[in-house]
Each structure stands twice: as structure tokens, then as C-alpha cells.
């Protein structure tokens, strides 16, 4: 059985992020802003099925999606491009993949304790 991802994640810290954004063009003025920001993640999951919103003061994303199923992601409000997206199981993690313009874009996001991780990637970064 999967992890249960079902919660209210609060964010510690949020390493490399300006680099992150640097990669995938993201203007000086909004990296500025959203390095400032510590956004929260709800996670709403039932089985293969999730919901997960990320909330800031600046501004809210809510990606919904079935795990192992292709869907295209909107990405307006962060970088403003479309991409199609695949959730998929790797162990106990959720990894993405995200082929759109930018190669090697995805995250993988797992929990160690009472802690939810995530590592973003791209290949220019």
C-alpha cells in the first residue's frame, strides 16, 4: 500500500528555490516574491486519487490528478506554461514528471516521519 499523504503540510525551508526558478525563466520580480514566501501543501488523497493544494499569501495552485494516469497541467500563476504530467508510485514516493518545454522538469515528494519532503528538478538546474 502507498503512503498516505493526507494532511496539512507546513513548509521548514525551501533550499536551491531561486535556482529552481532561475532554470525555468521565471522573472526577477516574481522569484523575488516567491522566495519570501513559506506556501503551506494540503493534501486531500483517496487511494490513487489526490488533490494537492499549495497556499500562500501571493498566491494558490491546486493540482488534481489520478496517480499512474497522464493529465496536462496548467501551470498559470507559476511559470505560466503547460505541460503534460505523469504521478506516478516509486516506493513509498510520489514522483513527477512534467514534459513540456522545459526537459527534465518534475518533483518527488515523500514523508520521513512527521515531515513531507520534495525535491524539484530541471535539467538546467
Known sequence: MPADFNGYWKMVSNDNFEEYLKALDVNVAVRKIANLLKPDKEILQNGDHMIIKTLSTFRNYIMEFDVGK???EDLAGVDDRK???TVSWDGDKLLCVQNGEKEGRGWTQWIEGD???LV???NRF
Open 115 to 117: 515531515e513531507m519532503h
Open 70 to 72: 497522464e493529465f496536462e
Open 83 to 85: 505541460c503534460m504530467t
Open 120 to 122: 524539484r528538478s530541471c
